[in-house]
């Protein structure tokens, strides 16, 4: 019997979690004196970075955060950028701060978020946070991982003794997202594109995440019937009849669908919840700064 995958809405509940931060933040900015604020340094002409941006800045809009957004050339100098991170360190306005990812080379981007003072590291990627994640201290989260963990949670699917493949391994999303789904009691298996006979290994898992960047990747014969499958992946592919070019994920979108329990569509699953999170992480920044927990 062919039945048809659950929508997992994370357009839907960031637009709810905006609306819970508009608020929040209503209600602390007198016991503050002022909102919080976000800062994204974006380098360079990319772009789909410079479209990140832009929604970014109006999310910041939409829940009554301050942007102090700073583009540079793309041949500014990794000094000068260093200099910028220093001073938004110390600025008082500045509960955030947020590197846009890829930096034009020969940036290095490693050494830069390491500069950012971790209690501003909105993005959750300094080792300070990471190390934190693994010793499952509270600290600021990276936020894909931390959306998808919020999207299950949501749809009240249970987590504790399931089995839970990631596909992919990196520091922005496989890594952190194995460790949370540890915390949550999941037993979990962390696959790649160097693992053997993939399919085997996608097959056994209650919930299926892959963040790979390779469209269509995971088809309904990698699917075990009745498997939750969030889709992390966002590819742009051009049709080649049009020419045009649309976003899809990882997942073949429509033979998963028959498949699974539960599915993310992409775009309008998991990217929302990265930008929602962002801003989540943002407002805890700026509560901790002031003691207000």
């Given at each position: 019997m062919s039945t048809t995958a659950k929508l997992l809405d994370g357009k839907a509940l960031a637009?709810?979690?905006?609306?819970?931060?508009?608020?929040?933040?209503?209600?602390?900015?007198p016991q503050i004196g002022r909102s919080p604020g976000l800062a994204v340094i974006m380098v360079g002409d990319n772009h789909?970075?410079?479209?990140?941006v832009r929604n970014k800045e109006r999310d910041c809009e939409k829940v009554g955060i301050n942007s102090f957004?700073?583009?540079?050339?793309?041949?500014?100098?990794?000094?000068?950028?260093?200099?910028?991170?220093?001073?938004?360190?110390?600025?008082?306005?500045?509960?955030?701060?947020?590197?846009?990812?890829?930096l034009p080379q020969p940036l290095d981007a490693v050494t830069l978020l390491h500069q950012i003072e971790p209690n501003k590291d909105v993005d959750g990627l300094h080792p300070l946070n990471l190390g934190r994640l693994l010793r499952g201290e509270p600290g600021l989260r990276s936020c894909t991982p931390?959306?998808?963990?919020?999207?299950?949670?949501?749809?009240?699917?249970?987590?504790?003794?399931?089995?839970?493949?990631?596909v992919g391994r990196?520091?922005?999303?496989?890594?952190?997202?194995?460790l949370m789904l540890l915390e949550a009691d999941a037993?979990?298996?962390?696959?790649?594109?160097?693992?053997?006979?993939?399919?085997?290994?996608?097959?056994?898992?209650?919930?299926?995440?892959?963040?790979v960047g390779l469209a269509g990747l995971i088809t309904d014969s990698m699917v075990k019937p009745g498997a939750v499958v969030v889709d992390?992946?966002?590819?742009?592919?051009?049709?080649?009849?049009?020419?045009?070019?649309?976003?899809?994920?990882?997942?073949d979108f429509a033979s998963v669908q028959q498949i699974a329990s539960y599915l993310t569509p992409v775009p309008g699953g998991i990217g929302p919840m990265t930008r929602a999170i962002l801003l989540q992480n943002t407002v805890l920044s700026y509560c901790q700064s002031h003691k207000i927990s």
């Amino acid at each position: 019997m062919s039945t048809t995958a659950k929508l997992l809405d994370g357009k839907a509940l960031a637009q709810k979690l905006q609306i819970e931060l508009l608020e929040r933040i209503q209600a602390l900015i007198p016991q503050i004196g002022r909102s919080p604020g976000l800062a994204v340094i974006m380098v360079g002409d990319n772009h789909a970075s410079a479209a990140y941006v832009r929604n970014k800045e109006r999310d910041c809009e939409k829940v009554g955060i301050n942007s102090f957004g700073r583009h540079f050339p793309a041949n500014t100098s990794q000094p000068e950028l260093e200099q910028v991170i220093k001073a938004l360190n110390q600025d008082e306005r500045v509960d955030g701060i947020l590197v846009q990812l890829p930096l034009p080379q020969p940036l290095d981007a490693v050494t830069l978020l390491h500069q950012i003072e971790p209690n501003k590291d909105v993005d959750g990627l300094h080792p300070l946070n990471l190390g934190r994640l693994l010793r499952g201290e509270p600290g600021l989260r990276s936020c894909t991982p931390a959306g998808v963990m919020r999207l299950l949670q949501e749809y009240n699917i249970e987590i504790k003794g399931k089995k839970a493949v990631v596909v992919g391994r990196s520091i922005l999303v496989g890594k952190p997202l194995a460790l949370m789904l540890l915390e949550a009691d999941a037993t979990v298996t962390v696959a790649h594109s160097k693992s053997d006979n993939l399919e085997s290994i996608t097959k056994q898992a209650d919930i299926l995440i892959p963040a790979v960047g390779l469209a269509g990747l995971i088809t309904d014969s990698m699917v075990k019937p009745g498997a939750v499958v969030v889709d992390v992946g966002i590819n742009s592919v051009t049709d080649a009849n049009t020419g045009k070019s649309r976003l899809v994920g990882d997942v073949d979108f429509a033979s998963v669908q028959q498949i699974a329990s539960y599915l993310t569509p992409v775009p309008g699953g998991i990217g929302p919840m990265t930008r929602a999170i962002l801003l989540q992480n943002t407002v805890l920044s700026y509560c901790q700064s002031h003691k207000i927990s």
